[in-house]
C-alpha cells in the first residue's frame, strides 16, 4: 500500500508539473530559492511592472532582494460638478507620494506608501468659505502574493491585502483605520493588447464616523505599445459604497509610459470624472524605479 501511494504521488506530482509548463508557468520553479537575503540575479528578473500609472493595480510582484520605487512627482484634482449642486469648487495638489516596494520571495512583495505633502482648496462663493487643509496624509501597508503568472503564461493573479493608518494632519483623513483586499488580474491578449482587472473589497469608516461599511471597487485597463518605448492606456474605474446616501464615483482614465531604461519608467496621465462624486479632472506626471 505503502509504494502504491508512492507511485500515486510521484504520477501527481509529475501531472502537475507538465499541467504548469504547458501553461507557462514552469519558470517560476526555477526561481524559488530566492529570498529578501539571496536576491534574484540580474539576468533572471522578469520585465518592469509598476502598479501604476493607471489605478488598476498588477497581480506582478518585485522579483525577490530587488526594491522599487513608484512616485507621482505631482498631481492636481478639480472638482466643481459636485453632487450637491452648489458651487463648492475643490481643487487639490499632491506632491511626491511614494510607493516603496521590498521584494520577499519570488512571489511576493511589501509595499509602504507614503503621501508626503498634500493641499486641498475648498471654495464656496455662496457661503463665503475657503479652507486650505495641507500636511502629511495616511500611511498604507500593503502585502501583495502573486497566485500564477509572475514569470510567463497568458494570465496572472495576484491577492493584496491592505491597512490604512491614520497618519493625516489638518482634516486631511478621517482619522480611522481601514483596510480591505485588491485582486489584480493580467490577461497576455491578441495582436500585443494586454487587459488588466481589478476587484477591491474595502471596510471604510462612516462620514458620520458611527462605524464601517463595506465598499466595493472594479477597473478595466487596456494597454499596448505605441511608438518604440512609448505605451498607452485606456480605464474605466468604478467605486460603490454600501454606506446610505453615497454616490457612484466612476472616472475614464487616460496616459502614456515611457521606458528610459530597463529599471527606469516615466509616465503621464489624466483623470476624466463620469459622474458628480468624481473629481472632474486629475492630471499627474510620474516615476517609476527599480534597483
Not at 493607471?54 to 522579483?63: G, L
Not at 510607493?99 to 505633502?117: E, H, V, Y
Not at 467605486?239 to 516615466?266: C, K, M
Not at 496621465?269 to 468624481?278: H, I
Request: with cysteine; proline share 4%; aromatic share 8%.
Amino acid at each position: 500500500m505503502r509504494e502504491l501511494l508512492s507511485n500515486w504521488r510521484a504520477a501527481l506530482t509529475a501531472g502537475l508539473g507538465l499541467s504548469a509548463a504547458s501553461a507557462g508557468f514552469g519558470a517560476e520553479a526555477d526561481k524559488g530559492n530566492y529570498t529578501l537575503f539571496h536576491p534574484t540575479p540580474a539576468a533572471q528578473m522578469r520585465e518592469l511592472t509598476t502598479d501604476r500609472p493607471d489605478k488598476t493595480e498588477s497581480p506582478f510582484t518585485v522579483d525577490a532582494g530587488h526594491a522599487q520605487l513608484e512616485m507621482d512627482l505631482v498631481t492636481f484634482s478639480y472638482d466643481r460638478r459636485n453632487v450637491a449642486h452648489d458651487d463648492t469648487r475643490v481643487r487639490s495638489w499632491s506632491f511626491a507620494p511614494v510607493n516603496l516596494k521590498l521584494g520577499l520571495c519570488n512571489s511576493a512583495d511589501l509595499q509602504l506608501i507614503l503621501p508626503t505633502f498634500n493641499q486641498v482648496r475648498t471654495s464656496s462663493t455662496t457661503a463665503g468659505m475657503v479652507q486650505r487643509p495641507s500636511g502629511f496624509g495616511d500611511v498604507l501597508t500593503r502585502l501583495k502574493v502573486n497566485l500564477w503568472g509572475n514569470d510567463g503564461g497568458t494570465t496572472a493573479l495576484g491577492l493584496m491585502p491592505y491597512v490604512k493608518w491614520p497618519t493625516a494632519q489638518s482634516q486631511l483623513g478621517n482619522g480611522s483605520v481601514e483596510g480591505g483586499l485588491i485582486v489584480p488580474l493580467a490577461v497576455k491578449l491578441p495582436r500585443g493588447w494586454d487587459l488588466g482587472a481589478m476587484a477591491q473589497f474595502d471596510a471604510a469608516r462612516d462620514v458620520a464616523g458611527r462605524g464601517h461599511h463595506a465598499e466595493f471597487i472594479q477597473s478595466i485597463t487596456f494597454s499596448h505599445d505605441l511608438v518604440g518605448k512609448l505605451g498607452g492606456y485606456a480605464e474605466f474605474f468604478s467605486s460603490v459604497s454600501a454606506e446610505r446616501g453615497s454616490s457612484w464615483i466612476a472616472t475614464a482614465d487616460f496616459g502614456l509610459t515611457y521606458g528610459l531604461t530597463p529599471n527606469l519608467q516615466l509616465d503621464a496621465g489624466v483623470n476624466l470624472g463620469l459622474t458628480r462624486a468624481a473629481d472632474d479632472v486629475a492630471p499627474f506626471v510620474g516615476i517609476s524605479a527599480r534597483f
